[in-house]
Structure formats: C-alpha cells, structure tokens
C-alpha cells in the first residue's frame, strides 16, 4: 500500500494521477517504521536512527525520542479501551 504525507494542501478527485517524486530514505519503508512502532518497540539502534531522519513527521521523531529518554513505551490501554 501507500502512504501520503500532505505537504501542500490542494484539491485530488477522482481519475487524478499521484506520481512518486522522491523516496529520501529507502532502508526506511513504512512496513520497517511500523514494525519498529508497534512491535520491536524498544529497539534503541533503530528508534536512534529513526528520531535523527531529515523530513520525519514530528509526531514519529517525538515518539521515538520519548522511547529513548525514558526506556519505556507509551501506555495505550485507556485509549485502545476506552477507559
């Protein structure tokens, strides 16, 4: 599948065409980020090299960066549980 990051706002309708422009870091496919995300969470080499790519959303560098600091992941049952 694909991953769209918007970077301009602009108007898409049906029939348009998406082209790939750039793919600035290839060892870091979106299926590599979200294993790193939600399954080895706490492998600290790879949340390193994650938190230091140019152009990451904040959202993931901050992520990662909090991993890092504090040795522990986030605690998502009140959201996952809706408690």
């Known amino acids: 599948g694909w991953y769209f990051r918007v970077i301009e706002p602009g108007l898409i309708a049906a ?6 422009v750039t793919r600035p870091h290839p060892a870091w496919t979106l299926n590599r ?11 600290r080499l ?4 994650l938190a230091q790519l140019p152009g990451l ?7 990662a960066e909090a991993r890092l600091s504090s040795g522990r992941t986030e605690d998502w049952s009140r959201r996952l549980g809706g408690s």
Not at 15 to 20: E, K, Q, V
Not at 57 to 63: A, E, I, K, V
């Open 15 to 20: 029939g348009d065409r998406g082209a790939l």
């Open 33 to 43: 980020t979200s294993h790193l995300l939600y399954h080895d969470r706490m492998n």
């Open 46 to 49: 790879a949340l390193a090299e």
């Open 57 to 63: 959303p904040d959202n993931w560098r901050r992520l």
